[in-house]
């Protein structure tokens, strides 16, 4: 069936390390892929998304390109900040487009913390 | 940009009461929204797929009488948990599609349910 592997956490990082998250996807067809993020007490938001073979998404120093051939789709930033501490989401939508396009299925999520 | 306002963002009942969230789109219309349910260090699961003016579509496993869903308007969703059990504990979070079709969906910030 559909679903999101993310890789476990907590991953604790210091400022200014490399963060690799990793998310590996099943589904049919070629779904559109997300990254969430989720600061404490507060809902999700949108981090970037990518909704094509070989597209890169990219915002606030997060990048995540879809690799198709891998079915995966990893979270990576060069130098973490204290403040990018908060849980990241995994997520795909089977539909490109229509009523069906908001059904999220989404992977575990990852804890993030960044200490000084 | 985009606003969904959830509320209550935290409420606490005894078992065997109704307790009803709101999801409210601020500063935009929504045809469709979504409610997922989010239980302690798992991941989000999509209960339903509410349509302005028509049934909700339910998820397979969740109970359409137990969660009820209304989407009497373009802005308002609601979702009532009927005789609510502490089993019924949990974070339940809304998104929004906006009328326009693009493909944007905003999240509520979440609603911590706990049955006591």
């Known amino acids: 069936g559909n679903s999101v592997t993310q890789m476990e956490g907590p991953v604790t990082l210091s400022e200014e390390a490399f963060l690799t998250i990793n998310c590996t996807y099943t589904?049919?067809?070629?779904?559109?892929l997300f990254w969430y993020v989720q600061y404490p007490g507060e809902g999700l938001q949108l981090l970037l998304k990518a909704t094509k073979a070989d597209d890169k998404g990219s915002n606030k120093g997060f990048e995540a390109t879809y690799r198709k051939e891998t079915t995966s789709f990893h979270l990576e930033k060069g130098s973490v900040q204290v403040s990018d501490s908060a849980v990241y989401f995994c997520a795909f939508t089977r539909s490109a487009g229509g009523t069906s396009y908001g059904k999220l299925t989404f992977g575990q999520g990852t804890i993030l913390t960044v200490h000084p | 940009g985009a606003v969904v306002s959830q509320h209550p963002s935290r409420v606490i009942c005894k078992s065997g009461t109704s307790v009803k969230i709101e999801c409210r789109s601020l500063?935009?219309?929504?045809?469709?929204m979504f409610w997922y349910r989010q239980f302690p260090k798992q991941s989000l699961m999509l209960m339903a797929t509410s349509n302005e003016g028509s049934k909700a579509t339910y998820e397979q496993g969740v109970e359409k009488d137990k969660f009820l869903i209304n989407h009497a308007s373009l802005t308002l969703s609601t979702l009532t948990v009927t005789s609510a059990h502490p089993e019924d504990s949990s974070f339940y979070i809304c998104?929004?599609?906006?009328?326009?079709?693009?493909?944007?969906?905003?999240f509520g910030a979440g609603s911590r349910l706990t049955v006591l």
């Open positions: 500063d935009f219309q929504a045809t469709t």
């Open positions: 589904a049919t067809g070629y779904p559109s």
């Open positions: 998104s929004a599609r906006a009328l326009s079709g693009a493909n944007v969906l905003t």
